[in-house]
């Protein structure tokens, strides 16, 4: 059996060409763990990814037809959903009736809504990797539909949906993800994680025990499970033995998760001697965090650290699910610093409730803890999360009426974001966010500060483009 794995664009085309400097193009680490599990259930795989490839329209046509698939997986966040039943409708109408399976955040929490297209026949809630096997097995006439449980389809116009499937508690078990089924070359990372080339994404663990209110993970799997460091630590060596990686970017929500975790990683990458051929980063509570863990994390290869901050007022903070305080971050950045490891603070601006005042707050705050880089993002409620269903109740027309528009940067489309305040104005919010980024990165002390790094010409090009297009009032 042919199975063809998609990854569309992340949002319009037009938009994504224009913002490559600006944002990243990260490999579909979802699709590549699905493709092998695929391989060693005996079925041919090839993956086309629109977005890294630049494929759209009657040119992403032809590939499909010319691969000749007898099932078709497509992964689809929300912003890229309408991309995704683009190709899907492009399948059914242009190639012919090839079963069609959508996957990812968006069809797992609105299975119902994507079945209600004619051109998707199965939808996979959750993680895929076992669902997407099972259904090819059931196309091959091996497995009944009804036994497949974390699918749901349409049969004779009627959807079913089959009990949720318990996701793979011993990720080590999961064969490592197909990156021979990708041009490694056409994936980068967003200039603020880049290090060294070349570079891969690498989960540690799935899933998260925090309950962040504008969080959609928990909808792909619930709870927390962790690999063993003796198999993330294979994953590494056989990603520098045959790529020659030199960065790995940990792409979990959050690891480590605490310090008994992150140094018992950090003792199998030092034992193994791969703290001399790779630097890496990761994304953690502020919370996760001791003196002694990043010490080690330095001497282990870890060069920078995300922190999802989110805000800079403290009521907003507890709103939205967090248990620090503003002390817990400065003390965290602090202590990351002391280590040698360069710092990144994620924000949100726009939270229900928030003002003017609160936001300025955040700004403020993000250019007083110390912080290498910062990401400023306008609040996306995701379907299925707290904030999404809060709004959806009580102030369901301030919410955008199409998926496309769910996206962190509102103003580069010059409409409105995902989520409109009745307390700050469109054009104040998006002029907000724009004075975030400029004030931050336009500042002597980091300019002074990227001056004195390796490569700093390319990063700064980078960077200029980037701010360049967020102070263009039309872009």
């Not at 700004?363 to 803890?369: A, E, G, L, W």
Request: include cysteine.
């Amino acid at each position: 059996m042919k199975v063809l794995l998609i990854n569309p664009y992340p949002h319009e085309i037009v938009l994504t060409r224009k913002w490559r400097a600006f944002e990243s193009c990260a490999m579909p680490l979802g699709l590549l763990y699905i493709a092998s599990g695929l391989r060693d259930a005996a079925c041919d795989v090839s993956i086309l990814d629109c977005y890294a490839s630049r494929l759209y329209g009657d040119e992403l046509t032809e590939k499909i037809s010319a691969y000749g698939p007898d099932l078709i997986g497509i992964s689809s966040t929300t912003p890229s959903f309408g991309v995704a039943a683009t190709i899907a409708r492009q399948v059914k109408d242009s190639i012919g009736d090839i079963p069609v399976v959508a996957g990812g955040f968006h069809p797992t929490v609105l299975p119902e809504d994507v079945l209600k297209l004619y051109c998707f026949d199965f939808v996979i809630r959750g993680e895929g990797e076992e669902v997407m096997i099972d259904l090819a097995r059931h196309l091959r006439g091996e497995v009944p539909l009804d036994g497949i449980a974390g699918l749901s389809f349409r049969k004779n116009g009627i959807i079913t949906h089959m009990p949720g499937r318990k996701p793979v508690h011993d990720l080590d078990r999961l064969a490592f993800p197909a990156y021979d089924l990708i041009d490694k070359d056409l994936y980068y990372d967003p200039p603020h994680w880049e290090m060294a080339c070349p570079s891969f994404d690498i989960l540690g663990s799935r899933g998260c025990v925090f309950d962040c209110s504008f969080c959609s993970h928990k909808f792909m799997s619930n709870g927390r499970r962790r690999r063993s460091a003796g198999n993330i630590v294979a994953e590494i060596r056989f990603l520098t033995d045959n790529y020659h990686a030199r960065q790995i970017n940990f792409v979990d929500p959050i690891f480590p998760l605490n310090e008994r975790e992150g140094i018992e990683l950090c003792d199998e990458l030092i034992k193994n001697g791969l703290h001399k051929k790779i630097t890496w980063l990761c994304e953690t509570n502020v919370m996760s965090v001791t003196g002694r863990l990043l010490k080690k994390m330095r001497e282990a290869g870890c060069r920078k650290i995300i922190f999802g901050i989110e805000s800079g007022d403290q009521g907003i903070l507890y709103s939205i699910g967090k248990r620090y305080s503003r002390k817990d971050i400065t003390r965290a950045v602090r202590m990351a610093k002391e280590a040698g490891i360069e710092t990144i603070g994620l924000f949100i601006i726009g939270f229900p409730g928030e003002t003017k005042e609160s936001i300025k707050e955040t700004i403020c705050f993000s250019r007083s803890i110390g912080l290498d880089y910062a990401k400023f993002n306008r609040l996306v409620p995701f379907p299925g999360t707290r904030i999404y269903k809060e709004l959806q109740a009580g102030q369901g027309h301030l919410l955008a009426g199409e998926w496309a528009d769910y996206i962190p940067y509102p103003f580069i489309k010059n409409k409105n974001g995902p989520y409109t305040s009745d307390r700050v104005s469109e054009s104040e919010m998006n002029s907000m966010q724009k004075e975030a980024y400029l004030g931050f990165y336009f500042r002597p002390y980091f300019l002074l500060r990227l001056f004195c790094k390796k490569g700093w010409l390319k990063s700064l090009k980078r960077l200029f483009r980037s701010l360049v297009l967020i102070r263009s009032p039309r872009n």
